[in-house]
């Protein structure tokens, strides 16, 4: 079982930026993929990758202004965000693919402002 927890939304003018924060209950390192998604009204939009073996991956439409990452002494994947766009808002979720299961986190809510 893997319990996930966000935190580091907030509320943001365009332009600005915040760091998301999903701490695991487990060690990362046995996970093999680690997302962030969001969530807006009727949609859920896949945002970044981290892989154990290193390798990252984004939607193209944060590609270049997010930045996933780990620090598997924290149990910890952060999502550095840049350069925000009112687009941007919505609730983000961490997400672990183990085993048979698929945990999500609570979620995080960012709201930016024009």
């Known amino acids: 079982q893997v319990q996930l927890v966000e935190s580091g939304g907030g509320l943001v003018q365009a332009g600005g930026s915040l760091r998301l924060s999903c701490g695991a209950s487990?060690?990362?390192?046995?996970?093999?993929?680690l997302n962030w998604y969001r969530q807006t009204p009727g949609k859920r939009e896949w945002v970044a990758v981290s892989t154990s073996g290193g390798s990252t991956n984004y939607a193209d439409s944060v590609k270049g202004r997010f930045t996933i990452s780990r620090d598997n002494a924290k149990n910890t994947v952060y999502l550095q965000m840049n350069n925000l766009k009112p687009e941007d808002t919505a609730v983000y979720l961490c997400?672990?693919?183990?085993?048979?299961?698929?945990?999500w986190g609570k979620g995080t809510l960012v709201t930016v402002s024009s």
């Open positions: 487990r060690t990362i390192n046995s996970i093999p993929t």
């Open positions: 997400n672990a693919p183990f085993g048979p299961m698929n945990y």
